[in-house]
């Protein structure tokens, strides 16, 4: 299980390899709020279970009937259902806007074409959305280190030092021998 | 096997009415009691990079007109369409495609300069379509300066722009006629599609 965490929280992590949410931590790294959790948890809770449902689906429906290619569908269908019903509840009591789609929904993809059992199709989306939130502090380093060294009103080269700043994270995690998290290799 | 196939089916149903209950009857319910339930499923960054916004639309009370028939035939004709071209280019080096050098040259200059995407082009000639806002962004776009504005209401003018004794093969040159109204066809769906592939 260690190695599942490992893999995607550092070396294969959702924003910095696959790429999701590369935008939205960009822009979310410039004021991080106290939503932020609400926002978390709601999308942790709406990934794990869709994720686990369209799982349970893919297994025992779609691996009989040879009708594997209809997972995404499915995985939509249960993903909206399941989150607009969170949303309506967050919005009834809190009235904070969490509404996200697309990291949730890439996530979800992610996590049931990686997945080979039931326990995976849990962890994955976990650690997924744990390098998401990992990622944050670093980025909002780099961008007050950016604001520190900066003129103020000059915010044109901004966007392209986050960016280069990102690659050499890429870089720095991309060229770390991973071999040792294959379970082949320990024995 | 079939028992997996209803099974199938019924998942998929309950999921859609679901779904169909939730925007259709939920939704609608819990707005007329005034909670706040737009954008249930999109952020508003999600929202804001991937759909831009629309084109406001300021009506200015004249529309545009482009002064050459769009049902005009020329006995001879100088050039053939080429594409790629544009009126500008045309305009420089052959004057125009047809033998009058005060038509319209039907490369399309104006279609692209108009933010409401109201020009179609007609038989080789650009016609104004009633999306117009009379903005006159096309007006300055045109090498041949053919395009003016009119107030609205105006049904007749002269659709030619001939200023000297010239005598062209045009089969409409000089005369009065209705302003063509043209009314542009198309889905707000592909609207929203063009938008986002112009963004």
Same mark, same amino acid.
């Given at each position: 299980m260690i190695n599942i965490f490992l893999y995607y929280i !550092?070396?294969?992590?959702?924003? !910095?390899?696959?790429?999701?949410?590369i935008n939205r931590t960009t822009v979310i790294s410039r004021t991080i709020t106290s939503t932020l959790a609400l926002n978390i948890i709601k999308s942790l809770f709406s990934i794990i279970s869709s994720t686990v449902l369209t799982w349970l689906v893919i297994e025992d429906l779609l691996v009989p009937l040879n009708l594997t290619e209809l997972y995404p569908f499915i995985a939509l269908l249960i993903f909206i259902s399941l989150t607009v019903f969170i949303e309506i509840l967050i919005r009834i009591t809190t009235e904070i806007n969490t509404s996200e789609f697309a990291i949730s929904y890439l996530t979800i993809l992610l996590s049931l074409n990686e997945s080979s059992t039931l326990i995976d199709a849990i962890i994955i989306p976990l650690c997924c959305i744990a390098s998401f939130v990992l990622i944050l502090p670093v980025l909002y380093a780099v961008r007050m280190r950016i604001d520190s060294t900066r003129l103020r009103n000059d915010k044109t080269k901004k966007k392209s030092l986050i960016m280069i700043s990102l690659a050499i994270i890429i870089l720095i995690t991309a060229i770390c021998d991973i071999t040792w998290l294959n379970p082949g290799v320990l024995p | 096997m079939i028992l997996k196939y209803i099974l199938l089916v019924l998942l998929i149903l309950v999921l859609a009415l679901v779904l169909f209950f939730m925007f259709s009857v939920l939704f609608p319910a819990m707005k007329a009691q005034s909670f706040p339930v737009d954008n249930l499923l999109f952020s508003d960054i999600e929202l804001y990079y991937v759909i831009p916004d629309e084109v406001p639309i300021v009506k200015t009370g004249k529309f545009a007109v482009v002064l050459c028939s769009p049902g005009k035939k020329f006995e001879k004709k100088r050039l053939y369409y080429q594409r790629g071209q544009t009126c500008a280019l045309i305009n420089e080096l052959y004057e125009s495609l047809n033998d009058c050098k005060y038509s319209c040259i039907g490369l399309g200059d104006c279609e692209n300069s108009c933010s409401q995407e109201a020009i179609i082009i007609e038989n080789g000639t650009a016609v104004i379509t009633q999306q117009c806002t009379g903005c006159g962004q096309c007006i300055s776009v045109c090498p041949k300066h053919i395009i003016k504005l009119f107030s609205e209401g105006t049904e007749k003018c002269t659709l030619c722009n001939i200023v000297d004794n010239s005598i062209p093969s045009c089969s409409d040159c000089g005369k009065e006629q209705n302003i063509p109204v043209r009314q542009k066809k198309g889905f707000k769906i592909w609207q929203l599609c063009y938008r986002i592939l112009n963004r």
């Open positions: !550092l070396y294969a992590s959702v924003v !910095l390899f696959y790429g999701i949410g | -």
